[in-house]
């Protein structure tokens, strides 16, 4: 039974199969043809063929196209084939690329309602040069999506660092709805996962000449956020000073900005009206919030003018100590960049410089920069952990460590216990870092069981009722009666500062203060 389908395989793949040249009908070469070769265990066939979609498919051309058209096409510079054949009437023409012209005709092919699937470079979105393909699309689709990969640490096709764009759309003339997703790194052990974990944000941010790469809410708030400022960064250059900033014109996972004069003919040297805005400028562009701006909307490789005159930044808005601040922090990283660079005696550069080892630093910047620009916490945290192991790699276990001892010994958060029993629920939270300020019990022998647990807490051993009904005065007497004085006067000093109320109230079925 195998053979005979083996066979059929065989006898009719060649009709199934059919190629040709995807984008004109007129060869300019006078004999060419397009070859292939199909090697089915001896046997090779070989075809010339003329391609023309009104013949090879005329049923599927008669009932309006297809379904679904599906392609990984060249991607190759108009120039380098002009001589072989040429492209006519094409409204994407001005891209230049063989990837745009294969995107229009695949949509042309289309029926109505057809869907189109086609993995592309990424600057189908990124790009100036592919605004008229991204016109044609918006044009001619209805649903549109783009999700966004980059190439480095791993790659979509091995062993090849090319950034690309999935297109995915579906034909038809209403006012399109445009879909991206943020712009996606992985390891090559997270590849199978991939594409289980790519979200979709609808996306009213397009410009002209690009798409912003957003993919979730944060992101979007964040970039509203910058974009409540109405000076770009780039308004700091002046052209005439001695005042210097040197920032390389390429980027990964680190902006690179300096103070010192780096020789690298991907260095570039702008000019500043006083060393103090150099400084400024130099935090900014290091900063964590600048990295993910600038992924979003670049082309994830060059960082050019459009990345510096969209960034918003006004100086003249920082407050005395913000500035201040943006100043040391620039001066700091500066030295420790310095201190930890290593020499590689390339072609390009002499030393290779770890902002990874400067982390630490970098956050403190994006911390002034979080209440310049009104972000929340939430939005902070999501700026400074931006795509964190793959720009920390190796040090990533290191940063995270002096972190988290930073955070705790930074943490403090005072609590109220209430309904506290002997103390069981303080010594979770107590043992958690938090301070118990404040206890509430009833029953006087278990009110004295917390005392003898907690006696840095201030027992209030009366009923919640009571407590809840003059909370201020009855603080302020138990504290009079606390023995130790120092603590009774900390108490006093913090009890309008709680920051989190916890309780363990009673159950009806199991507490002996209510029925069972």
């Not at 090559?188 to 798409?211: K, Q």
């Not at 002034?368 to 990533?396: C, Q």
């Not at 506290?420 to 301070?435: I, L, M, Q, R, V």
């Not at 029953?443 to 069981?449: L, Q």
């Amino acid at each position: 039974q195998f053979n005979k389908v083996e066979k059929l395989y065989r006898d009719n793949i060649k009709f199934n199969l059919k190629v040709g040249n995807t984008l004109s009908k007129r060869i300019v070469q006078e004999e060419a043809v397009q070859l292939v070769a199909i090697t089915l265990e001896d046997e090779v066939y070989e075809e010339k063929t003329k391609f023309n979609w009104d013949v090879d498919f005329e049923e599927m051309i008669e009932n309006g196209g297809f379904d679904c058209i599906i392609g990984n096409p060249p991607y190759v510079e108009y120039t380098k084939i002009k001589d072989k054949y040429e492209i006519d009437s094409f409204e994407s023409k001005q891209c230049k690329n063989i990837y745009a012209y294969s995107i229009e005709r695949s949509i042309q092919l289309l029926k109505k309602d057809g869907v189109i699937g086609f993995i592309v470079p990424i600057s189908i979105v990124s790009t100036p040069r592919m605004k008229t393909l991204r016109k044609f699309v918006e044009g001619n689709c209805k649903n549109i999506f783009y999700s966004n990969f980059g190439d480095r640490p791993g790659t979509l096709f091995n062993g090849v660092h090319q950034k690309i764009s999935i297109l995915i759309a579906q034909k038809g003339k209403e006012d399109p709805n445009i879909f991206t997703s943020e712009y996606y790194h992985w390891y090559n052990d997270e590849r199978d996962s991939i594409f289980d974990n790519i979200r979709y944000i609808e996306n009213m941010y397009r410009e002209e000449d690009f798409y912003y790469k957003i993919g979730n809410e944060i992101q979007l708030s964040i970039i509203n956020k910058i974009n409540k400022i109405d000076t770009p960064i780039k308004s700091m250059i002046c052209n005439n000073s001695s005042y210097y900033a040197y920032w390389n014109d390429r980027m990964t996972f680190w902006m690179k900005c300096f103070k010192g004069e780096k020789k690298s003919n991907s260095f570039k040297k702008s000019m500043f009206n006083s060393e103090d805005e150099s400084l400024i400028f130099i935090a900014v562009m290091n900063s964590s919030l600048y990295y993910l701006f600038w992924e979003i909307v670049s082309d994830a490789w060059h960082i050019t003018n459009k990345e510096l005159e969209l960034f918003k930044f006004n100086q003249y808005k920082l407050n005395e100590k913000q500035r201040n601040r943006l100043i040391e922090l620039a001066q700091e990283l500066e030295i420790d960049l310095e201190k930890n660079k290593e020499y590689i005696g390339s072609k390009q550069v002499d030393y290779e410089y770890k902002h990874k080892k400067s982390k630490a630093i970098i956050d403190k910047i994006d911390e002034v920069l979080k209440e310049y620009y009104n972000l929340s916490d939430e939005e902070y945290r999501y700026i400074i952990d931006y795509n964190l192991k793959y720009r920390m790699n190796d040090e990533l276990e290191t940063y995270l460590n002096e972190r988290n001892c930073k955070i705790e010994e930074n943490f403090h958060m005072n609590v109220i216990d209430l309904f506290s029993g002997a103390g069981g629920f303080s010594e979770g939270f107590k043992k958690a870092g938090f301070d118990i300020l404040v206890a509430n019990e009833i029953d006087p022998m278990i009110a004295n069981t917390h005392k003898e647990n907690h006696p840095e807490t201030l027992m209030i051993n009366i009923g919640i009722e009571e407590f809840a009904n003059n909370v201020d005065e009855i603080i302020n007497e138990n504290l009079e009666n606390m023995e130790d004085r120092d603590r009774a006067n900390y108490i006093r000093e913090n009890i309008n500062n709680i920051d989190v109320i916890i309780g363990g109230p009673p159950c009806q079925g199991f507490s002996m203060a209510g029925a069972r």
